[in-house]
């Protein structure tokens, strides 16, 4: 997939090479649809039972509107917490409304495979009542405290150990039971993985026999809380693999699909994911799903993933039966589907409180079953790539990893939103040339646990002609967290740490200069800025070498009293960003934490200047250009023979604090698609305008003028 989009794209490539090339990958797209019961169903709905549904729901309404929105597959409740079909496993209890003769889910689950749908059953384990655990005390989770775990929401409940035999054996009988009687292609586990750590006593003798040590403690430096970080995910790709045997043993074919996988870089195990971001809260940034899509295609590549959007309100309240504004579950879900999510609603409660969402998505579904063959993507064509990883969340980020790791991803992602910059994401854990070569800039936004082999990953991608841009204490920390004496990347970087990292800059500026802000594209837009607000953190650094000296430091001095607010030092000799050239590579470093300053105080001069970076470093005309006004999450992707640019409109009051009341139209938009080496434009349409615009293709561009986006819109060119 990596080496095609090169070829497709790559300067050098011949009409003949990418011809071969794409013949090749189409081929392989086949076999992976054969090989994948999944890989046909683009939408997917979920219906999750309530216990008191059996009787009380119309099963006809949801089989016509599973018809109405074109769903090829969806996922409906059969067991775990409560059973909705007549079970014989012992403890596994059945609903309360299930009459004698009466099975719910296999009823609803058959009438779905006549009409041709993939179904997944969906099970839930994390929690039992009295009589299990009256029976089975080994099934029950324990705090710190030695205590068993009563239910935080339903006091009537014991949560479970996910680690143990309540899903080790109990379950597997339960997957194996609904596999063996039902023709489903797979089953679907919520809440899988356990409810936080477990001190019960499966959990401290299996964890002492892996890793020689006792369970962590609550304190954060524990040195046992990697090791059992690490053990819980390997524990838990066990189960994925003895609950995915049971399934296959008595149903070949079927899957065990987890939500939400132990590790994302586990996600590469699965033929198919949901990922599961239902919806927005607080201050969810808009293009959050999109962002989850991207974090994991970053693994996945091009397996089919679906992204699993609520209906409902995700607030701390919960408040599960009521449903979102309109327009704020449809930007949400666009999002994802411009990202590249195939869309998953999910519907709590077969008897419906409140019906304003059932329209919303039916149309939504409908515009996309009418345009599925330019949403059935191969490759998205972004050059730019955003590096996530997990182990410096985990490891170096730990109880501050919100504001010591996502905000500075965030600072950055929002600065390549705002700019309309293209872009995917890389998983740390895979730097090597296949999943990395198809980009020509990798940003770190203070990546900063990495090992000896990520940071000569990235030395090598270098070598071969990438290019970085890495912001604050990128590299600074090993795999485990550890700080590092030196930057893992200093012969990339070029600097040297110099053994402090200022962690409040109060009242500091960055000092512009002159002859650059009129000549070096990183200044592009502060021409008239000599001096523009600091970032808040700084890793001081000496120079390997020589550098430009663009941007300056200007030390902080007192902000009060007002009288006393002068600078004591004009100007130094310090750089705030170090700019080097190194083959065809250009690599960029903000010893500052510009990007996490963007997400806090959101100045437009920082925004600015870290999309001028990445324009600068990436040094080559981007796939699509979007000249207009207004926010837009842009993305482009090519399908088996044709291209696609999306364009989500997140113009809006409530675009930073949903949610979002209506859309707010922005346009005319320009946009400029570069076509592949010796490819003609046959069509180009608006999909979402369900217009054909005025065409201008010169320079092997194609440029169309949108006269308005509402929410999306589609610019669709038939090869
Ligand atoms: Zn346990």
């Not at 050098?12 to 071969?20: E, L, S, Y």
């Not at 191969?378 to 501050?400: C, H, I, N, W």
């Amino acid at each position: 997939m990596t080496l095609s989009r090169r070829q497709f794209l790559g300067a050098t490539a011949t009409a003949a090479g990418a011809v071969a090339l794409s013949s090749l990958r189409s081929e392989s797209a086949e076999a992976i649809a054969d090989a994948n019961p999944f890989d046909r169903a683009m939408r997917w709905g979920q219906l999750a039972f309530v216990e008191n549904d059996p009787g009380r729901y119309d099963p006809q309404f949801w089989l016509d509107y599973f018809a109405r929105t074109h769903c090829d597959a969806v996922t409906l409740s059969a067991g775990g917490v409560v059973a909705f079909y007549p079970t014989r496993v012992p403890f596994h209890r059945r609903s309360a409304w299930m009459k004698e003769g009466m099975d719910p889910f296999g009823e609803l689950a058959s009438a779905c495979r006549q009409r041709g749908l993939v179904v997944l059953a969906r099970v839930d384990p994390h929690a039992v009542y009295d009589d299990a655990r009256a029976a089975h005390p080994e099934w029950i989770a324990f705090d710190d405290k030695g205590q068993p775990r009563r239910h935080w929401a339903n006091p009537e409940m014991w949560v479970t150990c996910g680690l143990g035999p309540r899903n080790f054996e109990h379950m597997t009988e339960v997957v194996r039971e609904i596999a063996g009687r039902y023709d489903v292609q797979g089953i679907f586990a919520n809440r899988w993985a356990g409810s936080g750590p477990c001190y019960c006593e499966t959990c401290r003798r299996n964890f002492k026999a892996a890793a020689g040590k006792d369970l962590p403690g609550p304190s954060l430096d524990d040195p046992a809380r990697r090791d059992y970080i690490l053990w819980r995910r390997q524990r838990l790709r066990e189960l994925w693999d003895v609950w995915d045997a049971a399934i296959r043993d008595v149903r070949p074919g079927a899957r065990f699909i987890p939500n939400g996988p132990p590790g994302l870089d586990s996600a590469a195990r699965a033929d198919f994911l949901a990922v599961d971001h239902q919806a927005r809260r607080g201050l969810t940034p808009p293009w959050d799903f999109g962002r989850s899509a991207k974090q994991y295609r970053a693994v996945m590549g091009t397996k089919p993933l679906a992204g699993l959007f609520s209906v409902g309100v995700e607030e701390p309240y919960r408040w599960k039966d009521s449903v979102q504004a309109g327009p704020e579950i449809r930007l949400w879900a666009l999002d994802g589907i411009a990202n590249g999510f195939r869309p998953w609603f999910a519907k709590f409660s077969g008897v419906l409180y409140d019906r304003r969402w059932l329209a919303t998505v039916e149309d939504l579904y409908a515009w996309h079953y009418r345009n599925e063959r330019y949403l059935r993507n191969e490759a998205p064509l972004a050059r730019v790539a955003l590096v996530y990883s997990e182990q410096t969340r985990d490891f170096y980020g730990k109880d501050a990893a919100e504001s010591r790791v996502d905000d500075h991803l965030k600072g950055l992602y929002h600065a390549l939103v705002e700019a309309r910059v293209p872009f995917e994401m890389v998983n740390d854990l895979l730097l090597d040339a296949a999943h990395v070569d198809g980009f020509k800039l990798l940003v770190l936004p203070n990546v900063a646990a990495l090992s000896e082999a990520q940071c000569a990953a990235l030395g090598q991608y270098v070598d071969r002609g990438g290019s970085l841009v890495a912001t604050f204490e990128t590299s600074l920390y090993d795999e485990a967290g550890v700080p590092r004496k030196e930057f893992g990347l200093r012969d990339v970087l070029g600097v040297s740490f110099d053994g402090q990292v200022d962690r409040r800059m109060q009242n500091s500026y960055l000092a512009l200069d002159a002859e650059a802000r009129r000549t070096h594209p990183l200044l592009a837009g502060l021409e008239d800025a000599p001096r523009i607000i600091n970032s808040v953190q700084r890793v001081r650094v000496r120079p390997r070498g020589e550098f430009p000296s663009p941007i300056t430091l200007v030390p902080s001095y007192p902000d009060l009293p007002m009288e006393h607010v002068f600078p004591r030092v004009e100007a130094t000799d310090e750089r705030q960003v170090y700019l080097r050239e190194k083959g065809r590579s250009r690599i960029v470093y903000f010893p500052g934490d510009l990007d996490r300053t963007f997400w806090e105080v959101m100045s437009p001069d920082h925004g600015r200047l870290l999309a001028n970076a990445v324009r600068w470093a990436a040094g080559e005309e981007p796939p699509v250009t979007v000249a207009g006004p207004g926010l837009l999450d842009v993305t482009v992707w090519r399908q088996k023979d044709s291209l696609t640019v999306h364009l989500v409109n997140l113009t809006n009051a409530m675009a930073m604090k949903g949610p979002v009341r209506e859309f707010v139209p922005v346009g005319p938009m320009t946009v400029r698609l570069r076509l592949p080496a010796g490819a003609r434009a046959r069509r180009v349409q608006l999909l979402a305008a369900g217009t054909t615009p005025k065409v201008e293709e010169s320079d092997g561009a194609v440029t169309v003028v949108i006269p308005s986006v509402r929410d999306h819109e589609v610019v669709a060119v038939d090869l």
